[in-house]
């Protein structure tokens, strides 16, 4: 069981190294002062009972020491104690929070390189998750693992202490600490049985939650709110049941711990009295021994609260090994991009992983601001077509070039920048207008928003807003309709001065007069940039220099 803890919460140990050895080695220190402090409390009061006659410390050496010196070492070592549990404790958590944070951005870092598609296998929920739930619950399983073994340091050296200093109560002392580790043991299993799934449940309502409210409205209109909710009530009680087992567990340990540790307290003074040991004896393996109690259900408890919790790192380190299969490869010397114009897919074939292939041995030139129009069939790889130029996905087969730099050996974002897109779906966030026309520039050019929206025939109703263009437009743009949110989108591409604009089925949403004006405003642009146009809309693709069409894998000329 230790070894298994060991085994999941080692990687995090070396994260917060600094931390975590202060933390330990404080509690080792604090431990042996505590335990000295009690020791001298218990031989003061034994001087005491003996009419203040000298008293030779047995744990010190061969000093005779007057009660002055007792109380004062005995004073200053239990302040001192204190202290130090208090650094240890604060690296403790200090230990958790730098874990959480290190979880949190390993997560964020390789969510955001993985390729894409991969990405698309995962669910949105589960990343959330991951990142809220993981960097909390493997910090915490990892900081009462931290507490355990400062715990079980200062338990042992009680324990050690009092098998040294009171060997009358040595055997009772032996069989109180074999049963200590037998009930941890018992309830180690039943913790880790409970908490095996703690981290996939929560993933569960990760997901299920995602799925839920990204399609409330759907959802909302063909009734099935009720079903929701019901399923919703079921993966929270699962949860709720898996973990209050899970946690319960180490508060029974505790419990069966702490009769135990009464039956043997009883037996204790039992023994000595009957023995007929001298009282000091008593008072100091009392003393001790209510001292060491303590710790031992604290470090039990905190052990079991770990192995609880184990679910988390381990589910996790699966997850990033995953994750780290299947990364974009950033490593290799990128060549910097003077970006000319030319874009060039020699043979390229692409299929998605397992599947059979959408793109198969393409050829296609695009010189510097040519305009081309795609048609073709639903599904039959437009937006793949695009994704694989922008360099979402690389080609399975083949090269795409970019002022005659392979894209697999340029820095991709150099190459990114260059692009304005309008995708079929377009991001949105909760925020303004012009922070999502400028999305990501803190202190945005107002003008330079006002003139991309009215490049973008988007003006007219940004205008009227409330709050014109600080006007908050929810998530996705909910506040807008399908057609003005691809009026924003294309003010955001040109708000960016891109040297390629990319439109992947720009008018629909569009009525009949945006559409017109729409087109009259990509007429003004052509030749001005690079213009790829995917439409299934004739008029639309016209406008370009030249038609393609992408038939059985491949682009045919129209
Ligand atoms: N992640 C994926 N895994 C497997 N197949 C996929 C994946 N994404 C898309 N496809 C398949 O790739 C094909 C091409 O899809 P793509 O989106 O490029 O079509 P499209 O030409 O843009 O269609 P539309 O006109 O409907 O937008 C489709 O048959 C689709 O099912
Ligand atoms: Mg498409």
């Known amino acids: 069981m230790l070894i298994k803890i060991w085994r999941n919460y080692s990687k995090y140990f070396f994260v917060s190294n600094r931390e975590s050895r202060i933390a330990i080695f404080f509690g080792i220190v604090g431990a042996f002062l505590e335990t000295l402090s009690i020791y001298l409390l218990a ?3 034994s001087n005491f009972e003996n009419k203040f006659s ?26 001192f104690a204190s202290y130090i549990y208090y650094i240890s404790n604060k690296n403790i958590v200090r230990a958790k929070c ?3 944070r290190y979880i949190r951005e390993e997560i964020t870092d390789l969510t955001l390189n993985i390729k894409w598609e991969y990405y698309l296998k995962l669910s949105q929920g589960d990343i959330s998750k991951s990142i809220i739930s993981e960097g909390q619950n493997i910090s915490e399983g990892y900081m009462y693992f931290l507490q355990a ?30 049963l200590a580790f037998r009930i941890y043991v018992y309830y180690s299993k039943k913790a880790e049985i409970y908490g095996k799934d703690l981290s996939s449940i929560t993933s569960k309502i990760g997901n299920w939650t995602a799925s839920l409210f990204n399609n ?17 009530r079921k993966i929270f009680l699962h949860f709720g049941n898996a973990y209050s087992k899970a946690m319960v567990a180490s508060y029974k340990s505790k419990f069966i711990t702490e009769l135990l540790t009464i039956c043997f307290l009883f037996l204790a003074i039992l023994y000595i009295l009957i023995s007929n040991s001298s009282k000091s004896n008593l008072i100091l393996s009392l003393s001790l021994f209510v001292r060491m109690t303590p710790k031992v259900y604290n470090s039990q408890t905190r ?10 790192p381990n589910l996790y380190t699966k997850k990033i090994k995953w994750a780290q299969n299947h990364h974009e490869n950033n490593i290799i010397k990128k060549h910097k991009l003077d970006f000319n114009g030319t874009i060039i897919l020699n043979s390229v074939s692409f299929n998605y992983p397992d599947c059979t292939s959408i793109i198969e041995n393409l050829n296609l030139k695009i010189n510097d601001k040519d305009s081309i129009g795609i048609i073709g069939k639903s599904g039959s790889g437009k937006s793949t077509l695009i994704d694989l130029i922008t360099g979402i996905i690389k080609p399975t087969e083949g090269d795409i070039f970019v002022s005659g730099e392979n894209t697999r050996n340029i820095n991709i974002n150099e190459w990114r920048e260059n692009i304005g ?24 050019n107002k003008e330079k928003i006002k003139s991309s929206l009215i490049k973008a025939n988007a003006w007219d109703f940004v205008e009227k807003l409330p709050n014109s263009i600080d006007e908050i437009i929810y998530d996705k743009g909910m506040r807008f309709s399908g057609g003005e949110r691809k009026k924003l989108a294309l003010a955001r591409a040109f708000y960016s001065d891109p ?13 009949i007069k945006s559409e017109s004006e729409f087109i009259s405003v990509i007429t003004s642009i052509l030749g001005t940039m690079t213009v790829i146009i995917i439409s299934h809309k004739k008029d639309l693709v016209n406008i370009c220099d030249r038609t393609l069409h992408l038939k059985n894998k491949r682009l045919i000329a129209i």
């Open 43 to 45: 031989n003061l009061i």
């Open 54 to 79: 000298y008293f030779n410390i047995k744990f010190i050496g061969p000093f005779n020491l007057s009660n002055e010196i007792i109380i004062a070492v005995f004073f200053i070592s239990g302040i």
């Open 98 to 100: 730098k874990i959480e």
């Open 149 to 178: 073994i400062t715990n079980s340091v200062i338990a042992i050296t009680y324990f050690c202490i009092c098998l040294l200093v009171v060997p009358d109560t040595f055997f009772i002392l032996i069989l109180y600490g074999f």
């Open 216 to 232: 409330l409205k759907y959802i909302r209109t063909i009734s099935k709110d009720k079903i929701a909710r019901d399923e919703s």
């Open 303 to 312: 052990f079991l609260d770990s192995l609880a919790m184990i679910s988390w």
């Open 421 to 444: 897109i309008v995708m079929q779906e377009n991001y949105f966030k909760n925020d303004s207008v012009a922070a999502n026309i400028a999305l990501g520039e803190k202190n945005y």
């Open 499 to 511: 040297n390629m604009l990319i439109l992947d089925e720009p008018s629909t949403g569009l009525d």
